[in-house]
């Protein structure tokens, strides 16, 4: 494998094609391109829609308690491996009644094969100690309110330590059925930061 591959790996929560979330995730992306030209870094992309894809709901049964895997054989075991080999991770989600739609939290719970796997059986599923870097991304329809990301940002974060990936940054945006994102340059700018960046923690200090 070349030192200097980053593979990528972005989970759209919203069901929409034209969303949002989908906007936010295009300008990181964005910038993760520009970063990797500019630092000779090479890059794979991998869109997963938790909504296109099969996957059945935990019934806590715990088997994945016992043996580390889950009863299910739906596209869960794929997507742990994908999550496993992703030096970097984003989430962009947006807000439905408080939190996540449950299709990305339906992925999320189905993580627990990994949790399980460390903490009951001590034979992790992943790698532990591998360098990945994560973002959460979020919007909101109505104006800023209290605790309108509270939800997303409690769970968000329990993945992202779930699969062992440090978040660089976390970034909320309200009010998305009132403004359009599209003509926010200054916000859009943010994005292309935020990939500059996660893509610049590798190309700059390296793989671990
Ligand atoms: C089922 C549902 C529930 C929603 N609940 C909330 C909510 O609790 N708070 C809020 O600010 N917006 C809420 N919204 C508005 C969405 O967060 C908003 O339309 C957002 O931009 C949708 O994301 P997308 O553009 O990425 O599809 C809700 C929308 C739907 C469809």
Same mark, same amino acid.
């Given at each position: 494998m070349s030192e200097n591959l980053l593979r990528i790996t972005g989970i759209k929560g919203?069901?929409?094609?034209?969303s949002n979330s989908s906007r936010m995730l295009e300008e990181v992306l964005k910038g993760c391109n520009k970063a990797a030209e500019n630092f000779n870094q090479e890059i794979i992309k991998n869109i997963i829609k938790p909504h296109e894809r099969n996957i059945s709901a935990c019934?806590? !049964?715990?088997?994945c308690d016992r043996?580390?895997? !889950?009863i299910y054989r739906d596209d869960m075991p794929e997507l742990i491996k994908t999550f496993d080999r992703s030096e970097i991770i984003i989430v962009a989600s947006p807000i439905f009644f408080n939190g996540m739609p449950s299709t990305l939290k339906k992925m999320i719970d189905r993580c627990q094969p990994i949790w399980a796997s460390k903490?009951?059986?001590?034979?992790?599923?992943?790698?532990?100690n591998k360098k990945r870097r994560g973002l959460l991304l979020g919007c909101a329809g109505a104006p800023k309110y209290q605790d309108q990301f509270t939800a997303l940002k409690t769970v968000g974060e329990m993945f992202f330590k779930t699969v062992n990936t440090r978040l660089l940054a976390q970034k909320f945006i309200p009010n998305t059925d009132n403004q359009v994102l599209e003509k926010e340059n200054e916000l859009l700018a943010r994005f292309r930061e935020l990939g500059e960046k996660l893509v610049g923690e590798f190309a700059k200090t390296g793989r671990s």
């Open positions: 919203s069901p929409r094609s034209q019934i806590a !049964c715990f088997h043996t580390g895997e !889950c903490f009951h059986l001590e034979r992790p599923i992943i790698d532990r």
